[in-house]
């Protein structure tokens, strides 16, 4: 299916070569109508930590550098750069001519103030431990800098994709609470206009953006928060382009006006899904109870039927595809005596046959929380409840709006254990995720795993750029990360896009269909949106 999707794409992509050449020239106008069930958080890009954050803030932001469709390194706000030879250094020769979206000159003064707020104590963000690596930080010039690392940092140049922020707007507000979180101005290709709480967002087309005029000039991003209206909003032409569910992609969109009026994409995402346990919990502390829950669950089963098919089992923090990724660890297969074996060692048992395992005078009973909307994690959640009690474990199911469920659960730690997804990097660097330093509020590492052998790794990964070194570095902690299950890692899904028909220009490229967003164009005759 993939490869057929991909074929059909290519040829595609040569259509609009060949066309380029004839002399045409894609229409501006239209709007984009996009769904999700996630509201932003903020708009300050070095806080936004959750996707639908990232998503708006990739639009209005840039980075020094970015990924291509083939992911390569490209320039970005950076038009070129020079890295030492020992790998200390990084040059960069930023683009001129960049204007704000208010009209001031972007500068090499902006990547500074972006930089020290990145490492400033007092901002809270996510994102500092690629930036503390940075030994010093030189403006050469309006239009130059200089990094130099302590020591060297394999991921130093993929780390300056984050996107920057204007100085000349934040550097007396505090980034923590400034009302620019909801009112953005970047150098991106659009502009923000509108946000109106808990219903949509609309961006406008930069036509003085760097790299042209994107082709659509609106985009708007709805927030409908399930899955099921979001798909009658699909249906009734309310929205153009959302996540297909896979029972969405696989039977309700086979009829005659989905395949005329709109195209379904697949592809392998960048992310993986995961129960993630409070390690505080002196429950979760004891290894043997990790690994009877891994034995408990049948994660091929939640595959059938939550994803019917489409996605693989997860083993760990990397995409079976990334060089990161080590083959010779194997999932282990479903095996329910196996876990309550492990459980009984761990001096678990019934004793008053309730069916619910007791120790120390209290049951085995705990709380999974997940994001509302999500009905893939819905599902999973119960699939993994069902399963738990068979081996004596009660499980319960708490969903939260997604924003409240970040900013009261997630950032907080107020939970036992949580149903969530990662979005992947490019590179497998993963310091901010695993290293026992990265657990403060606001941080990544939220079920405080600690691990003296991983943190060691996770440094070294990152002071080497020879590719076979850090793949034997992350393949061991692939390996380590499996056998101590801080995670229960479960599956990497199919992304499903499916967008209208009208929208051309779009390809599929190891990076997805976002990469070209600015190229895609609506034609006159089929546009919808006039003002």
Not at 189 to 218: A, C, M, Q
Not at 224 to 233: G, K, R, Y
Not at 321 to 347: F, H, M, T
Not at 414 to 419: G, K, P, S
């Amino acid at each position: 299916m993939l490869k057929i999707i991909r074929a059909v794409f290519k040829k595609a992509a040569l259509l609009f070569l060949l066309l380029g050449l004839l002399g045409f020239r894609p229409d501006y106008g239209d709007a984009i109508v996009a769904g999700s069930i996630g509201e932003p958080r903020t708009l300050i890009p070095i806080l936004a930590s959750d996707s639908a954050s990232g998503a708006i803030c990739g639009l209005v932001f840039n980075g020094l550098v970015k990924y291509d469709k083939d992911l390569n390194l490209v320039g970005d706000l950076a038009e070129t750069w020079d890295v030492s030879e020992d790998g200390l250094e990084i040059t960069f020769y930023l683009r001129k001519g960049v204007r704000w979206h208010d009209g001031a000159p972007f500068t090499a003064r902006d990547v500074e103030f972006t930089y020290k707020s990145l490492i400033d104590p007092n901002v809270r963000t996510a994102y500092s431990g690629d930036f503390q690596m940075v030994e010093k930080f030189d403006v050469l010039d309006d239009y130059r800098l200089k990094v130099t690392y302590k020591e060297p940092f394999s991921p130093g140049l993929s780390s300056w994709g984050m996107n920057i922020m204007p100085r000349h707007l934040l550097e007396k507000e505090d980034l923590n609470k400034t009302e620019f979180s909801r009112s953005p101005i970047g150098t991106g290709r659009y502009k923000f206009s509108l946000w109106k709480t808990g219903e949509r967002l609309e961006l406008v087309s930069n036509h003085d953006y760097f790299e042209g005029r994107p082709h659509i000039d609106r985009y708007i991003y709805r927030i409908i928060p399930d899955q099921a209206t979001m798909f009658l909003e699909l249906r009734s032409e309310g929205v153009d382009y959302i996540g297909l569910t896979p029972l969405q992609f696989s039977r309700q969109t086979q009829t005659k006006f989905f395949k005329e009026d709109f195209q379904k994409f697949r592809f392998p995402s960048f992310g993986y899904t995961y129960l993630g346990y409070s390690l505080k919990d002196p429950r979760f502390q004891d290894l043997k109870v990790r690994q009877a829950i891994n034995y408990a669950i049948d994660k091929e089963e939640i595959i059938r039927g939550v994803l019917l098919g489409l996605g693989r089992v997860a083993t760990g923090p990397f995409l079976p595809e990334s060089w990161a990724y080590n083959k010779d660890v194997k999932a282990i297969g479903y095996n329910p005596d196996k876990a309550r074996l492990l459980l009984k060692e761990a001096g678990w048992q019934d004793r008053d046959g309730d069916g619910i395992l007791e120790k120390d005078g209290g049951k085995f009973s705990f709380t999974v929380v997940t994001n509302q909307g999500n009905e893939q994690r819905r599902m999973t959640a119960e699939i993994i409840q069902r399963r738990l009690k068979e081996v004596g474990i009660e499980l319960k199911i708490k969903i939260i709006e997604w924003s409240s469920f970040v900013s009261e659960f997630i950032d907080k730690r107020r939970f036992e254990a949580v149903l969530l997804g990662w979005g992947l990097g490019q590179d497998p660097d993963m310091y901010d995720i695993w290293h026992s330093s990265k657990t403060k509020e606001g941080e990544f590492n939220f079920v405080g795993y600690g691990n003296k052998e991983v943190d060691g790794l996770l440094l070294e990964g990152r002071r080497t750029f020879d590719q076979n070194e850090r793949a034997r570095i992350y393949h061991r902690i692939h390996e380590i990360l499996y056998e101590e299950q801080p995670y229960l890692f479960l599956y990497v899904p199919d992304s499903l896009p499916i967008i209208h028909g009208r929208f051309k220009g779009i390809e599929v490229g190891a990076a997805g269909i976002g990469h070209n967003f600015i190229e895609w164009y609506v034609s006159k005759s089929e546009q919808k949106y006039i003002r």
